[in-house]
């Protein structure tokens, strides 16, 4: 790290790293729910189980996502933040506010909106939150000496998900708008906006990591959000097919949805291609692997897993199946979970001026958790396909068909255990890298020069 302030990023990722670990125990509850055995049935019902673990999974992601920031606009615009104090008065009342909502929807306090839980009083505190939040970063970019493609690109990408949180919170009395206003945030968010987050990470981490030109790679910063917007924000027709509005968007739908994988493919062929024609100098190899993977799985899971059940002739048998599931797993992990991985990989040593990379610890976490995370996404695979052909092509009412295809996550949980491993494995060499430091202060420079 170059500055001081960009310290404040490691507690950004330790919370975050925390919450997966209990993202991953609410897995596990519906996992076993799922195979017949929910015993917390009192204490934890499915509908809360879910609820708490896709919440706490967008909690760690923008955990993960402010971390990245906090640490590479400082670095990007030569400027300390403008408020350090002020990041730690963020991070914690954004904790506060999650734990509140975590333990309401166990009390039912809660909005049956999947994903958009948090019940509207509440989303007033994330409002001011995320407004602190993009006052430092954007003050600090506007500070700074340089104003770089890529710190642009993420500086939007992050007021962009700000803004298009807003449609959420108007209220509705109609179920129909109310789901179609849902999808502005949901869709628009991993669909687009987040994208740009993504991709203005990506770049960043290709910089350092491949020692290719900065004008090189920030070329195809371009063409990913050209891609983005022209596929993605059209795309939203994808979940508008049989909800009650006009049947325009299932042919607006299915074609600009069939066009998003393209913006993953270009991120992949980006990541290899800024590889092969790198140096390949960097010691943290590992970093390198995780930004390489992200780049590659982010494609089979949101690319291509999502465009298997995007046409409406497909999306009339498999919407709301253990397919959509199967999809939001891998996409999920592969795009936004591992850019964070990613990006703690790099940021680590970096902020402790600890030399911990390749470790074999550290080489099992990522072959375990990538292994286990396609195993997983395999078993929710087969258990939807068979969903779908008894449920909706055989008409067998879904409880029993819920009975019949239980054996399904023995497997699951078989392979969300070797996820679980490598994540705690993960989270061990975290820990053992120890605290930040200042005099990590100018550790990457002398790497360079060694
Ligand atoms: C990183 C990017 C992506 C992520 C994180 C993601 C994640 C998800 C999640 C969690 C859902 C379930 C949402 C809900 O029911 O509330 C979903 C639904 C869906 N996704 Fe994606 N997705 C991504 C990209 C894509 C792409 C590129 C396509 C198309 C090519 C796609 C096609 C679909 C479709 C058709 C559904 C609706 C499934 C249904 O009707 O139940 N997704 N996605
Ligand atoms: C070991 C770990 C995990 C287990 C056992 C697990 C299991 C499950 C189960 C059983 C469901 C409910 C499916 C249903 O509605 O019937 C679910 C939902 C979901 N999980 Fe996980 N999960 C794990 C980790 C993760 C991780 C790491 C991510 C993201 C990176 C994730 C993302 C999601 C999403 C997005 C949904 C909602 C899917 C949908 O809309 O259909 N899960 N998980
Ligand atoms: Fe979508």
């Given at each position: ?186 869709h628009l968010w991993v669909e687009g ?51 009650g509005v006009g049947k325009i968007w ?201």
């Open positions: 790290m170059k500055y001081k302030s960009q310290k404040v990023a490691y507690w950004f990722f330790a919370s975050a790293i925390l919450l997966l670990s209990l993202q991953i125990i609410y897995g596990f509850i519906m996992g076993f729910a799922h195979m017949g055995y929910d015993g917390l049935h009192s204490i934890t019902p499915f509908n809360t189980a879910r609820a708490v673990h896709t919440n706490l999974l967008v909690v760690w992601l923008l955990l993960g996502f402010m971390g990245a920031a906090y640490y590479i606009i400082p670095e990007e615009a030569q400027q300390e933040l403008v408020n350090v104090k002020l990041a730690y008065v963020q991070l914690i009342s954004f904790l506060v506010v999650g734990v509140i909502a975590i333990v309401g929807y166990h009390l039912n306090y809660w909005e049956g909106r999947k994903f958009l839980e948090i019940p509207r009083p509440l989303d007033w505190l994330v409002v001011v939150n995320v407004l602190l939040f993009l006052g430092l970063i954007l003050a600090t970019l506007y500070k700074g000496k340089k104003k770089t493609t890529t710190a642009l690109v993420l500086a939007m990408g992050l007021l962009f998900a700000a803004l298009l949180y807003l449609p959420g919170m108007i209220w509705f009395d109609n179920q129909t708008l109310d789901s179609f206003f849902r999808w502005w945030v949901v906006v987040w994208e740009l987050i993504m991709g203005g990470i990506l770049a960043f981490l290709l910089i350092k990591l491949t020692g290719v030109d900065r004008e090189v790679i920030e070329k195809w910063l371009y063409v990913i959000i050209g891609l983005t917007f022209l596929s993605g924000i059209l795309g939203t027709g994808h979940h508008y097919y049989y909800i299932l042919i607006v739908g299915g074609i600009f949805s069939m066009l998003e994988p393209l913006a993953f493919l270009a991120m992949a062929l980006f990541a290899v291609g800024m590889y092969r024609k790198g140096e390949k100098k960097h010691p943290n190899k590992l970093a390198l692997y995780w930004t390489l993977g992200t780049a590659i799985i982010s494609f089979v899971g949101a690319g291509l897993l999502g465009m298997a059940h995007t046409l409406p002739q497909v999306n009339l048998y498999t919407h709301g199946t253990l397919v959509t599931a199967m999809h939001g797993h891998l996409a999920f992990w592969g795009a936004y979970g591992m850019i964070v991985f990613s990006f703690i990989t790099f940021a680590l040593p970096n902020l402790t001026g600890r030399k911990l990379y390749d470790t074999v610890n550290g080489q099992l976490a990522y072959w375990l958790s990538n292994i286990g995370m396609a195993g997983m996404t395999l078993a929710f695979g087969v258990a939807g396909v068979a969903q779908v052909y008894l449920e909706r092509k055989l008409g067998l009412e879904f409880g029993a068909v819920q009975k019949e295809i239980e054996v399904h996550f023995f497997v699951l949980i078989l392979m969300a255990t070797m996820f679980s491993t490598g994540i705690t494995l993960f989270i061990i060499e975290f820990f053992r890298f120890g605290k930040p430091n200042d005099e990590a202060i100018g550790f990457e420079e002398n790497l360079k020069k060694a």
